[in-house]
T-cell receptor, first 111, second 110 residues
Framework: NAGVTQTPKFRVLKTGQSMTLLCAQDMNHEYMYWYRQDPGMGLRLIHYSVGEGTTAKGEVPDGYNVSRLKKQNFLLGLESAAPSQTSVYFC??????????FGPGTRLTVL | GESVGLHLPTLSVQEGDNSIINCAYS??????FIWYKQESGKGPQFIIDIRSNMDKRQGQRVTVLLNKTVKHLSLQIAATQPGDSAVYFCAELNNNDMRFGAGTRLTVKP
């Protein structure tokens, strides 16, 4: 039981490049989330999903897209990366109305 | 307490002492509250939770207190150990909307 895993762990992009972050969970959770965490700040929700095939916007969705084609996977895409998207990205999963379990994070730098 | 910006509130305690970390939450309709611990370079880790119909919940060495009147949450850690050094976040949940505080950095001195 690996819990929540994220790929990759680190990535450096140039402005305008695109990339996809992968989140996988093996706990059969319905809900999945993508957050970003900036220095000295708490987690801010980017997008979330309440089930396979569904996604919704969170607090800071601009510049990101997501897809939930399989229950266990939640993808976060950056179509045209900007320096303001330099951050640490965390994925989480949960049963509805219960504790969220987090992955180890992806550190992204956009030059 | 909570803050926004680059400087986290900090709490420094001596090993073996008790720690109390405070959090003011914003939404009186929130019905579920969680404390997370985040060590450097890792994701947040669940510590303890409490529902709004309770005012106290105890775990192993940790206690969460909820005061809905003043929208205040606290985490008490008994006999603090060096391994407790981390950033601690409170989070509030209302429907599917979970909001996190900025965190408090706990440092345990040997």
């Amino acid at each position: 039981n690996a819990g929540v895993t994220q790929t990759p762990k680190f990535r450096v992009l140039k402005t305008g490049q695109s990339m996809t972050l992968l989140c996988a969970q093996d706990m059969n959770h319905e809900y999945m989330y993508w957050y970003r965490q900036d220095p000295g700040m708490g987690l801010r929700l980017i997008h979330y999903s309440v089930g396979e095939g569904t996604t919704a916007k969170g607090e800071v969705p601009d510049g990101y897209n997501v897809s939930r084609l399989k229950k266990q996977n939640f993808l976060l895409g950056l179509e045209s990366a900007a320096p303001s998207q330099t951050s640490v990205y965390f994925c989480a999963s949960s049963y509805p109305e219960y504790t969220q379990y987090f992955g180890p994070g992806t550190r992204l730098t956009v030059l | 307490g909570e803050s926004v910006g680059l400087h986290l509130p900090t709490l420094s305690v001596q090993e073996g002492d008790n720690s109390i970390i405070n959090c003011a939450y914003s939404n009186s309709a929130s019905d579920y509250f969680i404390w997370y611990k985040q060590e450097s370079g890792k994701g947040p880790q669940f510590i303890i939770d409490i529902r709004s119909n309770m005012d106290k919940r105890q775990g192993q060495r940790v206690t969460v207190l909820l005061n809905k009147t003043v929208k205040h949450l606290s985490l008490q850690i008994a006999a603090t150990q060096p391994g407790d050094s981390a950033v601690y976040f409170c989070a509030e949940l209302n429907n599917n909307d979970m909001r996190f505080g900025a965190g408090t950095r706990l440092t345990v001195k040997p």
